[in-house]
């Protein structure tokens, strides 16, 4: 009778463990980062050039969240947050299917590759070359993250650094990662 107990205890405890986190969830994780909601309406569709040159769609990740940081050389809070705090969380997350995308504001290629390389920042880099990814996003700022879920809809919008990796900034992620959709995740990035 016990072993039955015990058994039906762990099968519970799976059961609520697997369930996805609700829509109130999400939002108190976003809350605790001081993240704006967004009203979960689809992300605009963008096909940017990479610094290798490839066309990288914000469609190719459908499936996986996407972590949208708009920067620029220029922003001495950028210089510090990608190559230390976004490396990090890309490095932390992307095997488990959060994607970081730096999207870089209106600088040319040489610039943001020289920077890219003495930096070692390993997440995609896009070039937003004339701007207009930024104006579909709202960019005014930088650094302007934009958090898009596993179905493609817009979750939420920060304005300045955060501190992704500390253990709010990961319970968000780990959330995102579970959240919604529980699609079959694409492998790699490309």
């Known amino acids: 009778m016990i072993a039955v107990a015990m058994l039906q205890a762990l099968l519970l405890g799976f059961l609520l463990a697997a369930t996805p986190p609700s829509d109130e969830e999400l939002e108190e994780r976003l809350w605790d980062l001081h993240i704006v909601p ?3 309406e689809t992300a605009p569709a963008f096909t940017l050039a990479s ?3 490839k066309q990288v769609s914000l469609s190719d990740f459908r499936g996986r969240p996407v972590l949208l940081y708009f920067w620029a050389t220029w922003c001495p809070v950028c210089t510090r947050e990608l190559p230390s ?3 990090q ?3 932390g997350f992307n095997q488990k299917g959060l994607t970081v995308l730096a999207v870089n504001m ?3 290629h040489d610039r943001v590759a020289n920077w890219v390389k003495e930096k070692k920042v390993t997440s995609l880099v896009l070039l937003d070359s004339n701007g207009a ?4 996003y709202r960019v005014t700022g ?3 993250v934009i958090l898009i879920g596993r179905k493609g809809e817009l979750v939420g919008r920060a304005v300045g650094p955060r501190d992704w990796m500390r253990e709010k900034g990961r319970a968000l992620f780990e959330t995102m990662l579970s959240a919604r959709a529980r699609s079959s995740v694409p492998a790699g990035n490309p």
């Open 51 to 53: 610094l290798a040159g």
């Open 85 to 87: 705090k976004m490396e």
């Open 106 to 108: 209106k600088e040319n």
């Open 38 to 40: 967004l009203d979960s």
């Open 133 to 136: 990814v930024s104006q579909w």
């Open 89 to 91: 969380v890309h490095k």
């Open 142 to 144: 930088t650094p302007t």
